[in-house]
């Protein structure tokens, strides 16, 4: 009775306030009381940022980081595997500069969705959320940054969780949404693609006014319902996301961490190097990776993108010689900047998509592979992951996975783990049914984290 009592008295005001609904926004009083006993015994986190650069369609897992020189023709494709600066990993010979720095990430072969082949719309949920999500008839689970947002939110003048560009590849309903409620969906935009916004970002003093505005219709609309209802305080929260969306967009430290004028030629040109005007699948821009650092270095927790479009299912290896190089550039760039920077081993840099290539493509001029569920890779780097690694095996074909297989709630739980989030806290959705960051009791990827 002690320690509760404790705990207890160290609630303000402003906490009864904020839980006397009970279940409004999908918070509790025993919500608060058990996130600050799980808070008092989490070990301190290996990871305290997040970047998630999404592969839409699935990357060829055979002639990118799993490749198979040994098998036949109509399997290994054209491309040509080259030697790492890590012992016995070979990668694909478009990816010069990442074979160079091999000792700064890990490889792994062995998580898979083991989905029917070419569901495009459980796939993309099922990895950002570490739960198998449905398009629809299933719980809308959270991304990883929305529940950051929830458990352990950045500042007020930046995103938590910050999409650039387009979400929703392959995705018949949005991901963006979940059962947290609307408050901790990501924050979306493109300054790369809407020139006109990121002016007006970079050019506060003429917005303010226009926002404040806005901010006072939005009061003066909500004033009468809640004097009405008398809820003010219970819906502060709701309140505060609102203004913080009005503040973020008239914040300096967003402005100056979207300002690309600030670096130099040679550093923009080493994210671009291998980046073409045209192409014939949609590429992507490698600048996310760019955009990604600096809100990293400004701050925020966590900053998801999409590079291009990777359903190639024909002229496999003429899409492959575009954007291979732009990711190896990208990609090399990005772990260089934050290891130079200190910043490398507090912030998780994940590559992956939806699934794998199947590794039988044929010969012809326009061979290509289709989906395959049963293999693929994932990249990552930093937070906590080893230097220099590889986890699991697939077959002389790269087919099926043959040694240390893991599920996708594996890999969830690992990403919480080391984001110092236990995957078994309990949140409340909007309707307050109790559910688990990821349900399912599966093991952590421990060979995978140093």
Not at 123 to 148: C, E, F, H, I, Q
Not at 377 to 392: D, I, M, T
């Amino acid at each position: 009775m002690k320690n509760a009592c404790a705990t207890f008295r160290q609630f303000h005001r402003r906490d009864f306030l904020r839980v006397g609904g009970a279940s409004l926004c999908g918070v509790s009083l025993l919500d608060l009381l058990q996130a600050r006993a799980q808070a008092a015994g989490q070990p301190t986190p290996k990871a305290k940022q997040l970047i998630v650069c999404w592969m839409a369609g699935g990357p060829p897992h055979t002639d990118m980081f799993d490749m198979k020189p040994e098998s036949g023709s109509d399997y290994r494709g054209e491309f040509k595997p080259i030697k790492t600066n890590l012992p016995g990993l070979e990668i694909c010979e478009l990816m010069p500069k990442l074979a160079k720095m091999a000792d700064k990430y890990t490889v792994i072969r062995s998580v898979t969705t083991m989905n029917k082949p070419g569901d495009h719309g459980r796939a993309p949920m099922y990895w950002l959320t570490g739960n198998p999500r449905l398009p629809s008839g299933t719980a809308k689970y959270p991304m990883y940054g929305s529940v950051v947002s929830k458990l352990r939110p950045g500042d007020d003048d930046l995103p938590t969780f910050t999409v650039l560009g387009k979400i929703d590849h392959h995705i018949k309903n949005s991901i963006a949404s979940s059962f947290l409620g609307p408050a901790f969906n990501p924050f979306i935009f493109d300054p790369l693609e809407s020139k006109d916004d990121i002016a007006k970002m970079l050019s506060p003093q003429i917005e303010a006014p226009a926002f404040a505005r806005q901010t006072q219709l939005l009061q003066a609309l909500d004033q009468r319902l809640r004097r009405q209802d008398g809820v003010d305080p219970l819906i502060a929260g709701l309140d505060k996301h609102q203004q913080t969306a009005f503040d973020m967009l008239r914040s300096p430290r967003l402005r100056q961490a979207l300002d690309l004028s600030q670096e130099d030629d040679k550093t923009i040109a080493r994210y671009k190097d291998s980046h073409l005007d045209k192409y014939r699948y949609p590429s992507g821009d490698p600048l996310h990776f760019l955009m990604a650092r600096r809100l990293i270095e400004a701050g925020a927790p966590v900053v998801h993108f999409s590079l291009g479009y990777w359903d190639w299912h024909g002229e496999n290896f003429v899409a492959g010689r575009q954007q291979i190089p732009m990711f190896d550039s990208g990609m090399s760039a990005l772990l260089q900047d934050l290891d130079d920077r200190g910043l490398l081993d507090s912030t998780i840099v994940l590559a992956l998509g939806e699934m794998g290539r199947k590794p039988k493509c044929g010969t012809g001029a326009k061979a290509g592979r289709d989906h395959w569920d049963y293999a693929q890779f994932v990249f990552a780097a930093g937070g906590g992951f080893q230097r220099g690694c590889v986890v699991g095996a697939t077959d002389k074909l790269g087919e099926q996975v043959t040694d240390n297989f893991y599920k996708v709630e594996s890999f969830g739980r690992t990403l919480y783990h080391q984001l110092g989030i236990d995957p078994d806290t309990i949140v409340r959705t909007l309707g307050n049914r109790p559910v688990k960051l990821i349900v399912e009791d599966a093991p952590i990827i421990k060979e995978a984290l140093a």
